[in-house]
């Protein structure tokens, strides 16, 4: 049981770490809003769509959906929409000066905390054929130590990653920093969007 926890805490680890939009969106509210309390729901936002993927996975009903060629085109397409739009509107939001990035009101973190995490599926496939796949080689309680592995990951990363994004600007006098990752997080919004169109 100890193993399989273990085994989901590395492979959840190796799937978070790279950056990707739902990293960076994490990390920008911690770096905007005037305190760090005021990014929770963004992160509480992203910990439970995590949840909700990782269990679908682990369950296989994700797997099962993605075998529907309409729903699976319905998903990307959507997906590779969504993808291109917020690559534009945070590429135009780096305009350089700090006093641009204005924080998001709570229930605004919670829609793209959610959109980012929901309608990226290049995140779902991950999720599914990572995740949901290796889940395969357990059963009972190893299996549901090997869930709460990748979960527990999941809560560790956002709220590291919004604390990290909160001392990151107070180190980050002139704004340049936020500016840099912004325009770094619209290339991978739009890398994802094309690698997305090709899979289709």
Not at 83 to 91: A, I, Q, R, V
Not at 115 to 134: C, K, M, Q, R
Request: glycine share 10%; hydrophobic share 50%.
């Amino acid at each position: 049981m100890t193993t399989a926890f273990f085994y989901g805490v590395t492979l959840a680890f190796g799937l978070i770490l790279p950056l990707g939009i739902q990293n960076v969106f994490i990390f920008n509210q911690g770096a905007t809003q005037p305190s760090y309390f005021r990014a929770v729901p963004s992160v509480i936002t992203a910990f439970i769509c995590d949840v909700v993927l990782i269990l679908l996975a682990v369950l296989g009903v994700s797997f099962i959906v993605l075998t529907i060629p309409w729903l699976k085109n319905l998903i990307f397409g959507v997906g590779i929409i969504f993808l291109g739009y917020m690559g534009y509107t945070t590429w135009k939001s780096s305009g350089g000066a700090r006093a641009v990035a204005k924080p998001l009101s709570a229930k605004a973190q919670i829609g793209f905390a959610a959109s980012v995490s929901l309608l990226n599926p290049h995140a779902l496939l991950d999720t599914i054929g990572v995740i949901g796949t290796n889940s395969l080689n357990f059963l009972g309680y190893d299996k549901f130590a090997y869930t709460t592995g990748c979960i527990f990951v999941s809560l560790c990363w956002f709220v590291g990653l919004s604390i990290a994004g909160h001392y990151f600007n107070k180190m980050d006098k002139t704004g340049q920093g936020s500016v840099i990752i912004n325009k770094i997080s619209a290339l991978i919004m739009w890398g994802v969007a094309v690698y997305l169109i090709k899979q289709l």
